[in-house]
T-cell receptor, first 107, second 116 residues
Framework: GDQVEQSPSALSLHEGTGSALRCNFT?????VQWFRKNSRGSLINLFY???GTKENGRLKSAFDSKERYSTLHIRDAQLEDSGTYFC?????????FGSGTQLTVMP | EAAVTQSPRNKVTVTGGNVTLSCRQT?????MYWYRQDTGHGLRLIHY???????QIGDVPDGYKATRTTQEDFFLLLELASPSQTSLYFC???????????????FGAGTRLSVL
Protein backbone atom coordinates (compact mmCIF):
# COMPACT_ATOMS: atom_id res chain seq x y z
CA GLY A 1 0.00 0.00 0.00
CA ASP A 2 0.85 3.64 -0.15
CA GLN A 3 3.52 4.73 2.29
CA VAL A 4 2.97 8.46 1.96
CA GLU A 5 -0.50 9.98 2.36
CA GLN A 6 -0.68 13.63 1.39
CA SER A 7 -3.57 15.96 2.13
CA PRO A 8 -5.46 17.84 1.03
CA SER A 9 -5.44 16.93 -2.65
CA ALA A 10 -6.60 20.44 -3.53
CA LEU A 11 -6.57 23.73 -1.65
CA SER A 12 -7.81 27.22 -2.50
CA LEU A 13 -6.56 30.26 -0.62
CA HIS A 14 -7.14 33.98 -0.92
CA GLU A 15 -4.11 36.18 -1.18
CA GLY A 16 -2.68 37.03 2.22
CA THR A 17 -4.09 33.98 3.99
CA GLY A 18 -2.33 30.80 4.97
CA SER A 19 -2.80 27.11 5.46
CA ALA A 20 -0.94 23.86 5.91
CA LEU A 21 -0.31 20.76 3.86
CA ARG A 22 0.31 17.48 5.58
CA CYS A 23 1.94 14.17 4.80
CA ASN A 24 1.49 11.08 6.94
CA PHE A 25 3.84 8.15 6.64
CA THR A 26 2.81 4.57 7.26
CA UNK A 27 6.33 3.63 8.34
CA UNK A 28 9.19 5.45 9.99
CA UNK A 29 11.09 7.53 7.46
CA UNK A 30 14.53 9.01 7.88
CA UNK A 31 13.79 12.33 6.18
CA VAL A 32 11.26 14.25 4.15
CA GLN A 33 11.50 16.59 1.20
CA TRP A 34 8.98 19.06 -0.13
CA PHE A 35 8.81 20.07 -3.79
CA ARG A 36 6.77 22.47 -5.88
CA LYS A 37 6.08 21.98 -9.54
CA ASN A 38 6.36 25.29 -11.30
CA SER A 39 4.47 26.56 -14.32
CA ARG A 40 7.04 25.05 -16.66
CA GLY A 41 6.63 21.64 -15.09
CA SER A 42 9.96 21.54 -13.31
CA LEU A 43 10.14 20.25 -9.75
CA ILE A 44 11.74 22.71 -7.40
CA ASN A 45 13.14 21.52 -4.10
CA LEU A 46 11.71 23.53 -1.18
CA PHE A 47 12.93 21.74 1.94
CA TYR A 48 14.90 18.75 3.11
CA UNK A 49 14.37 17.79 6.76
CA UNK A 50 15.75 14.94 8.80
CA UNK A 51 14.07 16.36 11.92
CA GLY A 52 12.66 19.55 13.42
CA THR A 53 11.58 22.56 11.44
CA LYS A 54 12.93 24.79 8.70
CA GLU A 55 11.70 28.11 7.47
CA ASN A 56 12.25 29.90 4.20
CA GLY A 57 10.40 33.13 3.63
CA ARG A 58 6.69 32.48 3.86
CA LEU A 59 7.14 28.72 3.96
CA LYS A 60 7.81 26.62 7.01
CA SER A 61 8.11 22.88 7.23
CA ALA A 62 8.21 20.46 10.13
CA PHE A 63 9.03 16.78 10.32
CA ASP A 64 8.34 14.40 13.19
CA SER A 65 9.76 10.99 12.32
CA LYS A 66 8.48 9.42 15.54
CA GLU A 67 4.90 10.56 14.93
CA ARG A 68 5.35 9.88 11.20
CA TYR A 69 4.20 13.13 9.67
CA SER A 70 5.41 16.29 8.04
CA THR A 71 3.73 19.61 7.41
CA LEU A 72 4.28 22.51 5.06
CA HIS A 73 2.85 25.82 6.22
CA ILE A 74 2.26 28.68 3.82
CA ARG A 75 1.58 32.13 5.21
CA ASP A 76 0.60 35.33 3.43
CA ALA A 77 -0.07 33.36 0.25
CA GLN A 78 0.68 35.10 -3.05
CA LEU A 79 -0.63 34.39 -6.54
CA GLU A 80 2.72 32.99 -7.60
CA ASP A 81 2.48 30.31 -4.88
CA SER A 82 -0.12 28.49 -6.98
CA GLY A 83 1.02 25.11 -8.18
CA THR A 84 1.31 21.51 -7.17
CA TYR A 85 3.21 20.64 -4.02
CA PHE A 86 4.67 17.23 -3.29
CA CYS A 87 6.13 15.72 -0.19
CA UNK A 88 8.50 12.81 -0.49
CA UNK A 89 10.01 10.58 2.14
CA UNK A 90 13.41 8.98 2.01
CA UNK A 91 13.81 5.28 1.59
CA UNK A 92 17.13 3.57 1.12
CA UNK A 93 17.53 4.24 -2.59
CA UNK A 94 14.71 6.45 -3.57
CA UNK A 95 12.14 9.00 -2.62
CA UNK A 96 8.55 7.90 -2.08
CA PHE A 97 6.24 10.63 -3.22
CA GLY A 98 2.87 11.75 -1.96
CA SER A 99 0.10 12.26 -4.51
CA GLY A 100 0.42 16.04 -4.45
CA THR A 101 -1.62 19.06 -3.39
CA GLN A 102 -2.94 21.42 -6.04
CA LEU A 103 -2.81 24.89 -4.49
CA THR A 104 -4.74 27.75 -6.06
CA VAL A 105 -4.24 31.24 -4.69
CA MET A 106 -7.00 33.65 -5.63
CA PRO A 107 -6.99 37.45 -5.63
CA GLU B 1 23.98 25.14 -10.45
CA ALA B 2 22.87 21.59 -11.08
CA ALA B 3 21.37 21.04 -14.51
CA VAL B 4 19.22 18.20 -15.79
CA THR B 5 17.97 18.43 -19.35
CA GLN B 6 15.25 16.25 -20.79
CA SER B 7 14.26 15.82 -24.40
CA PRO B 8 11.89 15.94 -26.06
CA ARG B 9 9.57 18.13 -23.97
CA ASN B 10 6.52 16.72 -25.69
CA LYS B 11 6.00 13.52 -27.66
CA VAL B 12 3.00 11.94 -29.33
CA THR B 13 3.11 8.39 -30.58
CA VAL B 14 0.69 5.61 -31.46
CA THR B 15 0.03 2.32 -29.73
CA GLY B 16 2.88 -0.05 -30.50
CA GLY B 17 5.25 2.78 -31.31
CA ASN B 18 8.87 2.98 -30.24
CA VAL B 19 9.84 5.94 -28.04
CA THR B 20 13.09 7.03 -26.44
CA LEU B 21 13.20 9.72 -23.79
CA SER B 22 16.56 11.31 -23.14
CA CYS B 23 18.05 12.81 -20.02
CA ARG B 24 21.41 14.46 -19.59
CA GLN B 25 22.89 15.85 -16.40
CA THR B 26 25.98 18.00 -16.21
CA UNK B 27 26.41 17.75 -12.44
CA UNK B 28 28.79 14.77 -12.34
CA UNK B 29 26.16 12.95 -10.29
CA UNK B 30 26.36 9.21 -9.96
CA UNK B 31 22.66 8.58 -9.49
CA MET B 32 19.95 9.13 -12.08
CA TYR B 33 16.26 8.33 -11.98
CA TRP B 34 13.22 8.12 -14.21
CA TYR B 35 9.82 8.88 -12.69
CA ARG B 36 6.35 9.10 -14.09
CA GLN B 37 3.75 11.41 -12.65
CA ASP B 38 0.04 10.67 -12.89
CA THR B 39 -2.87 12.35 -11.21
CA GLY B 40 -3.59 10.74 -7.87
CA HIS B 41 -0.31 8.84 -7.80
CA GLY B 42 2.32 11.48 -7.37
CA LEU B 43 5.71 10.50 -8.74
CA ARG B 44 6.52 6.83 -9.18
CA LEU B 45 9.97 5.47 -9.83
CA ILE B 46 10.41 3.50 -13.04
CA HIS B 47 14.15 2.81 -13.20
CA TYR B 48 17.28 4.24 -11.67
CA UNK B 49 21.00 3.89 -12.02
CA UNK B 50 24.05 4.53 -9.89
CA UNK B 51 26.56 4.78 -12.67
CA UNK B 52 27.35 4.18 -16.31
CA UNK B 53 26.29 0.69 -17.33
CA UNK B 54 24.25 0.16 -14.16
CA UNK B 55 20.49 -0.24 -14.10
CA GLN B 56 18.12 -0.84 -11.19
CA ILE B 57 14.42 -1.60 -11.30
CA GLY B 58 12.05 0.83 -9.64
CA ASP B 59 8.45 0.49 -8.56
CA VAL B 60 6.69 0.52 -11.93
CA PRO B 61 9.15 -0.94 -14.46
CA ASP B 62 6.75 -2.95 -16.63
CA GLY B 63 6.81 -1.85 -20.25
CA TYR B 64 9.96 0.23 -19.81
CA LYS B 65 13.61 -0.34 -20.47
CA ALA B 66 16.38 2.04 -19.58
CA THR B 67 20.02 2.42 -20.39
CA ARG B 68 22.76 4.50 -18.78
CA THR B 69 25.33 4.95 -21.50
CA THR B 70 27.57 7.43 -19.69
CA GLN B 71 27.59 9.16 -16.35
CA GLU B 72 25.75 12.03 -18.01
CA ASP B 73 23.14 10.22 -20.09
CA PHE B 74 20.18 8.11 -19.01
CA PHE B 75 17.58 6.95 -21.54
CA LEU B 76 14.09 5.59 -21.03
CA LEU B 77 12.86 3.23 -23.74
CA LEU B 78 9.30 2.30 -24.60
CA GLU B 79 9.58 -0.34 -27.32
CA LEU B 80 5.86 -1.07 -27.64
CA ALA B 81 4.09 2.00 -26.30
CA SER B 82 0.60 1.60 -24.84
CA PRO B 83 -2.03 4.22 -23.92
CA SER B 84 -1.46 3.41 -20.23
CA GLN B 85 1.99 4.93 -20.63
CA THR B 86 0.55 8.33 -21.40
CA SER B 87 2.06 10.39 -18.60
CA LEU B 88 4.45 13.11 -17.55
CA TYR B 89 7.97 11.77 -17.17
CA PHE B 90 10.65 13.30 -14.99
CA CYS B 91 14.32 12.55 -14.91
CA UNK B 92 16.39 13.38 -11.85
CA UNK B 93 19.96 13.12 -10.66
CA UNK B 94 21.71 13.18 -7.32
CA UNK B 95 25.18 12.57 -5.96
CA UNK B 96 23.85 10.24 -3.28
CA UNK B 97 20.96 7.78 -3.13
CA UNK B 98 17.80 9.83 -3.52
CA UNK B 99 16.90 11.58 -0.30
CA UNK B 100 19.61 9.92 1.76
CA UNK B 101 21.52 13.11 2.35
CA UNK B 102 21.28 16.85 2.14
CA UNK B 103 22.24 16.58 -1.51
CA UNK B 104 18.77 16.18 -2.89
CA UNK B 105 17.42 15.26 -6.25
CA UNK B 106 17.66 17.68 -9.12
CA PHE B 107 14.87 17.33 -11.61
CA GLY B 108 14.54 17.98 -15.29
CA ALA B 109 11.63 19.95 -16.68
CA GLY B 110 9.67 16.85 -17.67
CA THR B 111 8.53 15.16 -20.88
CA ARG B 112 4.84 14.86 -21.66
CA LEU B 113 4.15 11.66 -23.59
CA SER B 114 0.85 10.87 -25.23
CA VAL B 115 0.19 7.40 -26.64
CA LEU B 116 -2.82 7.36 -28.93
Amino acid sequence: GDQVEQSPSALSLHEGTGSALRCNFTTTMRAVQWFRKNSRGSLINLFYLASGTKENGRLKSAFDSKERYSTLHIRDAQLEDSGTYFCASSGSWQLIFGSGTQLTVMP
Amino acid sequence: EAAVTQSPRNKVTVTGGNVTLSCRQTNSHNYMYWYRQDTGHGLRLIHYSYGAGNLQIGDVPDGYKATRTTQEDFFLLLELASPSQTSLYFCASSDAPGGASQNTLYFGAGTRLSVL
